[in-house]
């Protein structure tokens, strides 16, 4: 089977009867063409099925229409419903993604965004867990807009989309202690990032504080943001002989894991055990029992980022530089009012 050669902007000027420049011209929209000539090629396009080469378009426009977006775990399900949101308003704009994984690897952060100026992106969106200096420096340096979506830049002058770790924590310590519950079980995802753990352990014990609650530290877990990471650590707190009235995971994943946990160790959710999660991804609501937690926009989180690099791309003004969205208490099945 012979394969058929592609289309190439020549042949289309030769099928047209038009020169190559003319062509660059509809396809561009860079110059006038009459309407009679710029139907001929667009229908020549057609026929043939041509494709422009987006490289040789951006030399000419000067724009490659593509923006980079790097995370640091595609399969994440925070990751993936920010991703929705970045994708859909890409679209309304008309700009393409480039997607690169880096497994929180601080090797791959840096060979991605050396990799994605090389494919010419207009700016780049990261999602990380963590973000140092060093980060900062490379992106900067390397001369492309960027926007990050993260939990620990505070201490930066960058662009930035977030919403209150220490608050939301505090206030979903608060509605669990509203809901007669004092032993407080407190499993902190993402502890290896240090800002953010720091940040969710001092909400947690200012509703503590707030409440004449004694901090016990026996209660406090750190944990990975996995199902797996959950479990594990919800069955350890467990067969410590110290049973808490509620769990609160800072990770949706790690949340349903405690509560597998607590099945399996014997104890029923809610009744024995209340659990509650954060960020509130899709499959909060369809798990029996129907988990309670943090609701973090996580659409809107991609959305606004994608907008505010489009703006910083056409040199419009976005005010502010970090944008901060609200959270709230979800509350559902997974918690249980002991006051009633």
Known sequence: MVTKKPTTIKDVAKKAGVSISTVSRVINDSKPVTNEVKQ????????????????????????????GVIVPEVTDTFSAEVLNGIEEISKMY???????N????????????????AKQVEGIVMICWDIDQEIVNVLENSGIPAVYISKTTRDFDIYNV???N????????QFLIDKGHERISLLRTNYHISNLADARLQGYK???????IEYDEKLVKSCGATYNDGYATAKELLNEGSKPDAIFATS?????????????????????????????VKFAKIYRPKLTTVYQPLFDMGAVAI??????????????????????IVDRESVLDRNE
């Not at 200012?206 to 004449?212: K, V, W």
């Open 307 to 328: 907008r505010m690099i489009i703006k910083v791309i056409q040199g419009q003004d976005i005010g502010e530089r970090k944008v901060e969205l609200p959270y709230r």
């Open 162 to 164: 977030s919403t209150q």
């Open 206 to 212: 200012e509703a503590l504080s707030e409440n004449n």
């Open 252 to 280: 949706d994943e790690a949340a349903i894991g405690a509560i597998n946990a607590c099945f399996d160790m014997g104890y029923k959710v809610p009744e024995d055990i209340s659990v509650a999660g954060f960020n509130d």
């Open 102 to 117: 880096t497994y929180s690897e601080r090797e791959l952060e840096i060979k991605n965004i050396n990799l994605l100026r």
């Open 166 to 173: 220490a608050p939301a924590t505090r206030d979903m310590t």
């Open 40 to 67: 001929r090629v667009l229908d020549v396009i057609k026929e043939t099925g041509y494709v422009p080469n987006p490289l040789a378009r951006s030399l000419v426009t000067k724009k490659s229409q593509l923006i």
């Open 94 to 100: 008309n700009y393409d993604i480039l997607l690169a």
